[in-house]
Each structure stands twice: as C-alpha cells, then as structure tokens.
C-alpha cells in the first residue's frame, strides 16, 4: 500500500446545469498521507461534498489528477478501498441493525458466520453491541449514525469518507460521539477525510485541517493540527486548541466565506 493515500493535483470539476455552468472545485493541490484525519471546513457550496464524491468516484473530475491508494477512484472503488458515511444514516427500516452493517458484506457474498463476526466487531468498535436484532426505529439518531459508521467499517477499508455524518444531532451527542470517532481512529489506523461546518470539531477530532472558500471551490490553506491521537474533549479549554481555533475562522474570513 502506498504512504500517499489520496493524491489530486490541479484538480477541477464545472457541473453543467440548465442555467449554466457552476464551477465547483478549481485547481485543488492535495496530499492525505496514511493514518491522517483531514477535515474539510468551508462555508455552503465551497465543494467540500463534491470534493469527496470525486475520490469516491461518485463524481468525475473535468480536469487534474487524482489517486486513491495509487490507483484512479474508479479502481479504487472497484477494490472496495474505502467505506462512506453520509449526513443522514440511510439504514433500511425493514433490517435489523446486523442486517443494514452486514449489507456491504452480503453484496460481496461473505458467508454468514464471516458477516456474524464481523458485525459484532464493527457494533462493539461503535460501543453497539448487543443492538444486533434491533431495528433502527429504535435506537436514537446518534446510535443510528454509530450503526451507519459501523456498516461503512464492515468490510475493513483503509480509508473513512464521512460527509458531515453528525451535523444532524445535538451537541452533547456530537461531543460524545466525536471522542468515540477519535478513539475508534487511533485504535484502527484509518485514514479519514470527514466533512464539517464546525470549527471545534474540525480542530478536535484533525491531524490537518483543509480550510476551502466558495466560488469557485478552491484550498484557502491548510492547517496542521498536531494533538497527541488520544486528545480527550479538555484540550479544548487550552490556549492551543483556541489558537488553531482562531486561525481556522480567520482562514474562512479570508476566504470570504461569510459575505
Ligand atoms: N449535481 C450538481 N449539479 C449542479 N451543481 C451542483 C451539483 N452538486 C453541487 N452543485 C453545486 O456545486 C457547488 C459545490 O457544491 P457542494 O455540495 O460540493 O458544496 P459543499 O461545500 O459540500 O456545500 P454544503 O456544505 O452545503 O454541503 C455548489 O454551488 C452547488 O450548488
């Protein structure tokens, strides 16, 4: 596996739409070396989710380039190298909660004992064991979105896409929930790419924080974010988490995101 998990250079995408072309990414220059967790932050329409559909390959680049473990995002994907949580936890009412993680692995035709395991093991990596036989009408939306990080883990990728996945939920639940996303990365070794509105989540949960600006969506800066990997929700009463806090938000100013 190469060090260099996602590689874009001078990437761009123009969406063609009835009443015209909407520039969405220009000329984006990044590297995500393995291990790392990178947020991306920005205003609304800065690119951010359309950032990550292309190196899922849910969108195509119009110009640049990009790798995704060496390989283009359609390979990639083909090789199930990632695992994607969206904003809303998407579980399919009528299955249990075993029945939606088990999902990915039923597709890729794992026997049952192997979907078995695995299952207990990603709903005890999100603290949900012993949820199996429920069904997702019964459990709160944080534990929904827990049931959903689990399903994208199922399969064991090297790397995490998460679009905003708890913007939804209160902010004693994000808090939580980001102190469990922390550990379950320090614990795995993942590579994440999370999309977020939130400064204090940004600065919490990253190893390096991509600061974008909206039309069109480019890379304003890049800040690095260097807190041991098993920071605990304290440090962000300290002097450095406010610093790197304060410079995220003038990041966005500049980038003119909130005229
Ligand atoms: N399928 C599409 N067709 C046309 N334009 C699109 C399409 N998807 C997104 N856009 C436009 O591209 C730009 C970037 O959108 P994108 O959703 O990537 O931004 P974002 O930063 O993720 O926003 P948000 O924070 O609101 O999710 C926006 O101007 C959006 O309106």
Same mark, same amino acid.
């Given at each position: ?44 329409? !800065? ?45 399919? #009412? ?9 999902? #990915? ?5 794992? $026997? ?41 883990? $199922? ?57 974008? $600006? ?10 690095? !974010?260097?807190? #041991? ?9 300290? #002097? ?20």
């Amino acid at each position: 596996m190469p060090d260099t998990v996602i590689q874009a250079s001078n990437l761009s995408l123009t969406y063609g739409s009835a009443d015209g072309a909407v520039q969405a990414l220009s000329g984006i220059d990044l590297a995500i070396e393995r291990g790392e967790f990178v947020s991306l932050i920005g205003p609304s329409g !800065c690119g951010k989710t359309t950032l990550l559909r292309v190196i899922a390959d849910l969108e195509t680049a119009t110009s640049g380039s990009i790798t995704v473990n060496g390989v283009s995002p359609h390979e990639a994907r083909l090789k199930r190298s990632y695992g994607y949580v969206f904003q809303a936890p998407a579980l399919y #009412p009528w299955r249990t909660i075993a029945g939606n993680v088990g999902l #990915p692995l039923e597709i890729m035709g794992h $026997s049952r004992e192997d979907r078995r395991e695995r299952v207990a093991k990603n709903l005890a990596l999100v603290n949900l064991e012993g949820f199996e036989r429920k069904f997702p009408w019964q459990l709160s939306g944080g534990m929904q979105q827990r049931a959903s990080i689990a399903r994208a883990l $199922s399969f064991d990728p090297d790397l995490l896409l998460m679009d905003e996945p708890f913007g939804a939920l209160d902010e004693i639940v994000r808090d939580k929930l980001n102190e469990q996303l922390l550990r379950l990365w320090d614990l795995t070794r993942k590579t994440v790419v999370f999309v977020t509105h939130s400064i204090p989540e940004a600065v919490f949960l990253s190893t390096r924080i991509v600061v974008m $600006s909206p039309r069109p969506g480019r890379i304003h800066e890049i800040i690095p !974010c260097d807190f #041991p990997r098993d920071r605990t929700l304290d440090i962000r009463e300290t #002097p450095e988490f406010l610093a790197i806090a304060n410079r995220v938000r003038q990041g966005l100013r500049e980038g003119h995101s909130y005229d």
